[in-house]
């Protein structure tokens, strides 16, 4: 097997080829990243100011059975990223041309993390179990095998937790006056002043996501960008605020699983959001993320931020809610994951998907 260098829009095409026919015949591969994958690999985009981008095809004569890209963000500078990897099965010495290229890119970082798409909240993660199942939008869908091409690194393992909605309006409605919430206010996204709002979200993400794994900060133009492909299917309830003296201070994003609009490569477009708004019953919501400001997380606002929202819940009927991937090692969300979920069901929840990242020496 040998690597082959590809570059601009001719490359980009032949290596965006590759990674749907990994998983031809496979119903429960979705295409609805390729825009994510597209943005960060064929750029120019805000991401690509601060980090580098190269692709790669592994051939093995005249026929490629793997791709990946190498990223390095100036700020995850210890980390070389192995990205948007996809290969056939049954391949010898896959990593062993792996490590000593991305050695050779950037001699002077010391790591590299194979898993990660260029930023967490881009993508991140191989899948470990539940290949049955069509994935969430937003959350990996991998081959069974990818992570034997990767077991001398260390595994870190994440999970996601599904749950019925029935039961956290139940917990919801256990609460009557949520007290301390003086000065605090609630609001939904404005669509019309995205910029303003993103630009809320970008900050409180960088302030409240300090030391957690992986973690880089971010520009709101790269959150911008990030939501674009998406921003017809987004309602003003898929974001919200709370809010003190004016000024935000936690956030909750949520948003439905847009996967259950599609089947096989295909991307996300104007014909899902018409399936959305006139005739597409989907039953599942993506509980994405949650941030509150560390002054600030003693008080309900969690609580309140979801609250606010499940009026539109029901109103669109979703049944089951499942949450974006927590490192196990984020002891404080898998905590605050499992004491929602033992408020609502009263009982211990266990994890409905698996998931690793792999990370090793590379100097």
């Known amino acids: 097997m040998k690597l082959e260098r590809v570059a601009g829009k001719d490359g980009y095409r032949e290596f965006a080829r590759f990674g749907p026919s990994v998983y031809e015949g496979n119903p429960h591969y979705r295409g609805t990243q390729s825009s994510v994958e597209k943005l960060l690999l064929l750029g120019p985009t805000s991401f690509h100011r601060h ?59 010391p790591r590299v993390v194979v898993g990660i798409n260029g930023h967490i909240n881009y993508g991140a993660a191989l899948l470990l179990d539940r290949f049955d199942e069509a994935p969430v939008f937003g959350l990996p869908y991998s081959q069974a095998y990818y992570p034997d091409y990767f077991e001398t690194l260390h595994r870190h393992q994440l999970v996601s937790f599904r749950f019925s909605m029935d039961g956290i309006h139940d917990w919801v409605d256990g609460y009557g006056d949520l007290g301390r919430m003086d000065g605090i206010t609630l609001r939904f996204m404005d669509k019309t002043n995205i910029a303003a709002d993103i630009a809320h979200y970008t900050r409180l993400n960088n302030d409240c996501f300090q030391g957690h794994p992986f973690w880089a900060d971010r520009d709101e133009s790269e959150d911008l960008e990030l939501f674009h492909p998406f921003r017809h299917l987004l309602q003003n309830e898929n974001l919200v605020f709370a809010e003190h003296e004016g000024r935000p201070v936690a956030f909750y994003l949520w948003y439905p699983d847009f996967n259950r609009l599609v089947t096989g490569p295909r991307d996300l477009d104007l014909r899902d959001w018409l399936k959305l708004r006139f005739r597409t019953h989907v039953d599942t919501l993506r509980f994405t993320e949650v941030g509150v400001l560390t002054a600030y997380r003693s008080r309900p606002l969690t609580l309140a931020m979801i609250r606010k929202t499940l009026p539109a819940v029901a109103r669109a009927r979703h049944e089951y809610a499942e949450g974006g991937y927590i490192f196990e090692d984020n002891r404080r969300s898998i905590a605050l994951a499992k004491r929602i979920l033992r408020r609502s069901f009263g009982c211990d929840a266990e994890p409905h998907r698996r998931y690793a990242v792999f990370e090793g020496e590379l100097t």
């Open 51 to 109: 980090a580098r981008v190269s692709m790669y095809l592994v051939c093995d004569a005249a026929e490629v059975v793997a791709r990946f890209a190498l990223i390095h963000d100036d700020r995850l500078p210890g980390h070389v990223q192995v990205s948007f990897f996809e290969a056939r099965p049954g391949l010898t010495g896959l990593w062993d041309l792996i490590r000593p290229r991305a050695a050779r890119e950037y001699p002077a970082v």
